[in-house]
């Protein structure tokens, strides 16, 4: 006598049919396809960003001012216009001198400080006990300072317009930029 109940189950137990294992096979590299598009839309993206970069900061606004002129209007009705635009950095191995020069001339406010420590629910007052008593103590315990950029950028406009001299660790560049108003 056939027992059907246990041939189903033996069945089973061999494995994902052919057929199943093609359909993982289809989708798997559908997926794979996918991926590499999307890496390489990232990179022509990249390198778009990167020449409309380079024309809006480089090659009109040198056109404009070959032309001799400050603003230009389009036929279709977009303006175009020169303005100079202000970045200020500091490279990461520079911020304990640039903030330490920062908070000797005045602008320490701008500097942030970090302390992270991990307490769970219900431990707020462990935690502002433990912090009290770091600073107590003088202990050397794990922080970090930074500036956000809006903030550095901003004070680095101000400084420029002033003629604030920064030191080198520092850095704040001018340079023109296109910008185009609809």
Excluded: C
């Excluded at 230009?72 to 200020?88: L, Q």
């Excluded at 304990?96 to 302390?115: E, R």
């Amino acid at each position: 006598m056939i027992d059907f109940e246990n041939d189903s189950v033996e069945e089973e137990k061999l494995g994902p049919s052919d057929s199943q294992l093609q359909e993982i096979s289809v989708i798997t590299n559908n997926l794979l396809v996918l991926q590499k598009r999307i890496a390489n839309g990232t990179k022509y993206l990249a390198e778009l960003a990167k020449q409309a970069t380079k024309i809006e900061t480089d090659t009109l606004p040198d056109a404009l001012k070959r032309a001799g002129v400050a603003s230009f209007t389009m036929p279709s009705g977009e303006g175009i216009s020169i303005k100079d635009t202000i970045v200020t950095n500091i490279k990461k191995a520079d911020k304990p001198l640039a903030y330490k020069w920062m908070n000797d001339n005045g602008f320490g406010s701008l500097v942030k400080t970090k302390i992270v420590l991990n307490f769970g629910m219900g431990e707020k007052e462990r935690a502002d006990e433990l912090l009290k008593y770091l600073n107590d103590n003088n202990f050397d315990f794990g922080s970090s300072q930074d500036i956000h950029a809006a903030t550095l950028k901003k004070w680095g406009t101000d400084a420029l317009e002033s003629g604030l001299s920064t030191p080198e660790t520092i850095k704040i560049d001018s340079f023109p930029k296109a910008i185009i108003t609809k």
